[in-house]
């Protein structure tokens, strides 16, 4: 019975044009990040020369860094600037970006931590869950009647899967990316690599999970994606700040309390190939809670309410 | 004695305050065509969406005697088509039926184009069912609910949109499949004209409640020709009734009878009645399509409503 559901669903998601349109998306989005990052000479058009680069590097050569390395970047670049004594500065758009001699795991993770993977991947929960609702779909699936939330596991297990292709497409693109404008291709396949790869990867699940969630509740595929744009584009981030503030205040808690570190996209967009432990298995838990809850929530509306 | 495929208890659906399905009995026949009439909103859709699992009733029960296993099984023998046909619009007319076939098992291309020939849209190609016309989503439609072989088909309004020789069509197909593959059709219409050709039993069903329940011999019996007497004297004109010899006759109320056979010899009976001095109220031939029926038991126009 879930095997017919699987092939089903899975031929439904062939016939989807948006199932091949949205990863050429990534794609394109994902291939113009990583030129930003590894072609354009961010610090050549902040004014900054190489020696300034490298001590500016010494502050950060990890993805962590690369605020502090930007920000001191900034303040070089205008040091540069005045010592030019009025002098037109040569501004050189095309060169060695801040990714330029990293690896592919690296240039990857900031390609996961852009979140254009969950904005895509929202959009594809969204039609493939909303078009059950729009066209009456589960009315021709009778065999179901008694095992709606079966069907529903076979819908849930191939948007696991397709944000597992997404993931190893925006992998894919980093390579060509490093391949065609980076200084080398090292894969950089470690056990750091693994670790960021899966949790990511079952975070974005969870994302899934919470878009179809929202599609199943309210029966509506652009209440979804609304709902998936939202998280992806970090719209509630300020919201989240705020309630954080509040929550210390009222519980006493430590400054460095944030609600954002429980959110499924806050965690994408913050683990890196080097957060510690800690974070990895906070994400991790972040991941599973978020998943069961929104699954668990499909089901019972699922199974609740009547069809059409 | 009668087996039956399905039997409702009580059947319930109350949606907020609105009670949309009160108390529904009905007994459905294996083999037979069942015509469920009813106006817009008496609840016939809510019905069929129960029986079909679609819905879940609020009170009462269902059950599929006629087939073996538990109710949940009886889903895999059921074939629906419940308000408009679930398409993808996006899809042509085979993929849609194979994304159907795949839930099902089946894996056939040609299955696919059998249903498709059944129908009568065996050449749509690679056109998308959102630009089909309404009839061959319609048709669609209906292949679909035809798919895994249904031993029992819920047809909601199949022959909407339909053009005369589509509703033809259809019902030939519902005739020849109830014939020759033995599977039971529960089906509504507004065209009760077209139900009368097809069906075998019927329920009226009205403001959720199940009117009346009968069989196609039982319905043409109430629908057709007949002598209607008014008169305060019914006992004394019986007597006269038999003495002219008509065999068939009812005593509707204590005011009305009904003589169902030689209804041209109205006349003599007339004369007779007149001869015996009972006085007549009024004394003529009625008739009565399915429709003319229909709307006077659901008193819908005035007439002689039942309870």
Redesign the interface.
């Known amino acids: 019975m879930f095997g017919k559901a699987l092939k089903s669903e899975l031929y439904r998601i062939k016939c989807m044009k948006s199932t091949f349109i949205l990863p050429l998306v990534l794609i394109g989005l994902i291939f113009l990040t990583n030129f930003i990052y590894t072609g354009v000479d961010l610090y050549g058009l902040l004014g900054m020369s190489q020696s300034d680069l490298e001590s500016v590097q010494e502050q950060g050569t990890s993805a962590e860094g690369y605020m502090d390395s930007f920000r001191a970047g900034f303040e070089a670049g205008l040091q540069t600037a005045s010592d030019l004594d009025g002098e037109e500065p040569q501004i050189k758009i095309l060169g060695e970006g801040p990714l330029y001699h990293e690896d592919v795991a690296t240039v990857f993770s900031m390609d996961v931590g852009s979140l254009y993977g969950q904005l895509l991947l929202a959009i594809f929960v969204g039609i493939f869950i909303g078009d059950v609702y729009s066209t009456g779909h589960d009315k021709n699936l009778i065999v179901f009647g008694g095992k709606r939330g079966l069907l529903f596991t076979a819908r849930i297990l191939l948007i696991s899967l397709y944000a597992l292709v997404l993931h190893i497409v925006m992998w894919l693109t980093a390579i060509i990316s490093m391949a065609l404008m980076g200084e080398s291709v090292f894969l950089g396949i470690d056990k750091a690599f693994i670790i960021f790869f899966v949790v990511t990867w079952l975070l974005s699940v969870a994302f899934g999970g919470l878009v179809s969630a929202m599609t199943n509740i309210t029966r509506s595929k652009a209440a979804g994606i609304t709902l998936g744009i939202i998280l992806s584009l970090g719209a509630l981030s300020t919201l989240m700040s705020v309630a954080s503030l509040i929550i210390q205040k009222k519980l006493g808690l430590e400054p460095e309390f944030n609600l954002g570190n429980y959110t499924v996209t806050q965690n994408i967009a913050a683990m890196t190939l080097y957060s510690d432990g800690h974070f990895v298995l906070r994400a991790l838990i972040c991941a599973i809670v978020y998943f069961t809850a929104a699954y668990f929530i499909s089901v019972l509306f699922i199974k609740k309410r009547d069809i059409g | 004695m009668e087996e039956y495929l399905l039997v409702t208890k009580d059947l319930t659906k109350i949606y907020k305050e609105t009670k949309a399905v009160d108390g529904v009995n009905i007994h459905i026949k294996k083999g037979s065509i069942y015509g469920l009439i009813g106006k817009n909103g008496a609840g016939k859709t809510t019905i069929m969406?129960m029986i079909?699992?679609?819905?879940?009733p609020t009170s009462g029960s269902f059950e599929y005697t006629g087939f073996e296993g538990s109710?949940?099984e009886a889903?895999?023998r059921?074939?629906?088509l419940?308000?408009?046909p679930?398409?993808?619009?996006?899809?042509t007319a085979y993929?849609n039926l194979?994304?159907?076939c795949?839930?099902?098992?089946i894996g056939d291309k040609q299955y696919i184009k059998e249903k498709l020939e059944l129908v009568g849209i065996p050449n749509t190609g690679k056109k998308k069912a959102g630009k089909f016309s309404l009839g061959q989503k319609q048709r669609l439609g209906v292949a679909?609910a035809l798919?895994?072989d249904p031993d029992f088909l819920i047809l909601d309004e199949p022959i909407n949109g339909l053009d005369p020789q589509g509703i033809a069509e259809v019902r030939e197909m519902l005739i020849k499949l109830n014939a020759q593959k033995g599977i039971t059709i529960l089906i509504s219409s507004h065209i009760l004209e077209e139900l009368s050709k097809l069906a075998t039993d019927y329920a009226i069903i009205d403001s959720g409640r199940i009117v009346e329940e009968s069989t196609n011999k039982e319905l043409k019996e109430k629908c057709r020709d007949k002598i209607a007497i008014k008169t305060p004297s019914v006992s004394a004109a019986i007597p006269v009734i038999d003495s002219l010899g008509f065999k068939e006759y009812s005593v509707v109320n204590d005011k009305t009878i009904h003589v169902f056979d030689k209804v041209t010899e109205i006349s003599v009976l007339n004369m007779e009645l007149a001869k015996a001095q009972i006085p007549v109220e009024s004394i003529g031939i009625e008739s009565s399509d399915l429709e003319e029926y229909f709307l006077k038991v659901t008193g819908t126009i005035p007439g002689d409503r039942k309870e």
């Open positions: 969406k079909a699992g679609l819905a879940t109710t949940k889903f895999s059921i074939g629906a419940i308000e408009s679930a398409i993808e619009p996006n899809l993929d194979k994304i159907k795949l839930a099902y098992g679909l798919v895994g």
